[in-house]
């Protein structure tokens, strides 16, 4: 082969080489959205979305997308929603005070939903009082849906100290698992550390699961978000961190991985705002709630990564 023939036979092979590479698909560009409720949950699901995870900005004017028909309320308390595998996001929610069920419904755009349901999670469990802040955690392994939220069932576990105000509640948290929401594992208990606990939330990063969880003792109070941490999203150790929530109460705890670090968002609920919490080790946590901004009146929720395309296609669609 001559010297000419030898590099254009490079030069060929060097052009196909790019063309391969430059037909590699492009990453999608992710934004955030939140899922939250306001007043009491009466008029249901607001959504809204976050390019960086510190600036949230209502959707549809911060009107309502879904109204609540299910529950002895009809409420939409704590919405939670992933996204599965075939692009379908699932939602559940918190249906009134004093439900043995929960709310579920079903969605491709997050604006056209669903028949509501109730699914009765604690009707085996005679004297359940509640069913309070569902969690939706999607395990994409073995495409698996749990469904983790916190019940006082009485005399089942150890009095503690509680206030007036409490009413004698005393939760823990309980699980079903599902891989169509149709059918249901067997209602279990989730997390039974000794304290009274509520709303949980659960993050992966890196092959860590971390559990965020409330304490909600009441007498002393808590009224702080822990952590705790496992290799697979179950079956946490009972033994919790240190307060990762500063010198105020604090609830529902709503964890976004953000780059490097985990976000946790909650609400501070006493002073009526929103606030949150960061790290990039899951151990060391730094507030930023001074850097974040909610629209007014938000209540518990969930942060969720979608593609950018889900966005402006909701914007699109409630503009």
């Known amino acids: ?5 030898q590099f254009l036979f490079i030069g060929i092979f060097l052009l196909l080489l790019s063309a391969c590479g430059g037909n590699k698909p492009a990453v999608e560009e992710e934004v955030y959205l939140f899922s939250y409720f306001k007043g009491n949950g009466e008029d249901g699901l607001h959504l809204a979305y976050s390019e960086d995870g510190l600036i949230w900005r209502t959707l549809k004017n911060d ?32 249906s009134g005070w004093w439900d043995q069920g929960i709310g579920y419904a079903s969605s491709e755009d997050l604006v056209n939903w669903s028949e509501q349901r109730n699914i009765p999670v604690m009707e085996s469990f005679e004297g359940t009082r509640n ?25 089942m576990f150890p009095e503690i100290a509680t206030s007036d105000s409490e009413k004698g509640l005393n939760h823990r948290q309980f699980y079903v698992m599902t891989k169509d929401f149709q059918t249901f594992s067997e209602t279990k208990v989730f997390f039974n550390p000794d304290f009274s606990v509520i709303d949980g939330a659960i993050l992966e ?9 409330k304490n909600e003792n009441s007498n002393p109070p808590e009224k702080n978000i822990r ?5 697979k999203p179950y079956d946490f150790p009972t033994a919790v961190s240190d307060p990762i929530t500063g ?9 976004l991985q953000v780059g490097d670090y985990i976000y946790v968002y909650f609400d501070k609920y006493t002073q009526r705002k929103y606030g949150a919490v960061r790290s990039q080790d899951g151990v ?10 909610f ?6 929720g969930t942060a969720f990564a979608v593609k950018k395309r889900v966005l402006d296609s909701l914007l699109n669609m409630t503009q």
């Open 1 to 5: 082969m001559t010297i000419m023939k």
């Open 63 to 94: 009107a309502s997308f879904l109204t609540p028909m299910v529950g002895k309320d009809k409420l939409m308390r704590d919405p939670s929603i992933v996204q599965d595998d075939e692009g379908v996001f699932h939602m559940v929610w918190t």
């Open 131 to 155: 069913s309070w802040a569902p969690e939706l955690y999607y395990d994409k392994a073995d495409k698996t849906f749990y469904i983790f939220w916190s019940s006082t069932v009485p005399g």
């Open 205 to 213: 990063k890196g092959g860590t699961y971390y559990l965020f969880v």
């Open 227 to 231: 952590v705790t941490t496992n290799r």
């Open 247 to 255: 010198d105020y109460w604090a609830e529902g705890a709503s964890p």
């Open 284 to 293: 060391a946590w730094e507030d930023v709630s001074d850097q974040i901004v």
């Open 295 to 300: 629209p007014e009146g938000t209540r518990h």
